[in-house]
């Protein structure tokens, strides 16, 4: 399994301003996801980070509202620009690993945002 | 709309009861994992099953994917107070993983 961290674990921001999201995995991973989830709520994929391209998005999510880095194999960014209050919610990222052969899914902590 | 669907959505139940989960899909995925999420947690992997009519069992809890590899169950015995959270089903095509619609599990004491 893979062990990913978050920066912020949590933040309360005004509209109209914008946040970086950073994700640092303990091994080097292909692929890197980001997922948005309100709170009790399941997952909606944003985009896909992959090392060396441009990030692939999901139907109804675009790069100027959600630009996406991936300068290396163990690290992305998610900014959430020009944030609203339908922005809350908490942010994920996830890496595809290997365990046992087969390609499995894990999480970050998340990054609770507020916006106000 | 969701690729998958989870029932019962919500369910809250005493400890001691049994209680199954289901996952449903007209789409056949390659994999099939089970998530369990508690609050201010990101989602923990459960299990990964593979083959159609494989059944999983972890501790208390048993997972099955069905046949057609369209839809899966986890069911709980005798469940715990610590077995409450949110549970995810996630279906894998190609590079993506579906989740589904979740179900939010309350066991009482």
């Known amino acids: 399994s893979a062990v990913i961290s978050q920066k912020p674990s949590r933040d309360i921001c005004q509209r109209g301003t914008s946040l970086t999201i950073q994700c640092q995995v303990d091994?080097?991973?292909?692929?890197m996801f980001w997922y948005r989830q309100q709170p009790g709520q399941s997952l909606t994929l944003i985009a896909t980070a992959n090392q060396g391209s441009e990030a692939t998005y999901e139907s109804g999510f675009v790069i100027d509202k959600f630009p996406i880095s991936r300068p290396n194999l163990t690290f992305s960014t998610l900014t959430v620009s020009n944030m609203s209050p339908e922005d809350s919610s908490i942010y994920l990222c996830?890496?595809?690993?290997?365990?046992?052969?087969?390609?499995?899914?894990?999480f970050g902590p998340g990054t609770r945002l507020t916006v106000t | 709309t969701q690729l998958l669907e989870q029932s019962p959505q919500f369910l809250s139940i005493q400890e001691g009861e049994n209680l199954t989960v289901y996952c449903n899909s007209s789409s056949v995925f390659s994999s099939l994992q089970w998530y369990r999420q508690e609050p201010g947690e990101g989602p923990v992997l459960l299990v990964t099953v593979v083959t159609g009519g494989e059944v999983k069992k972890l501790k208390r809890l048993t997972f099955q994917f069905g046949d057609a590899r369209k839809d899966s169950s986890l069911h709980i015995t005798a469940a715990q107070t610590g077995d409450t959270g949110l549970y995810l089903c996630a279906g894998r095509n190609f590079n993506k993983f579906y989740f589904g619609s979740g179900t939010k599990l309350n066991v009482k004491p």
């Open positions: 091994s080097q991973v292909t692929m």
């Open positions: 996830s890496v595809d690993g290997k365990a046992g052969g087969r390609n499995e899914q894990y």
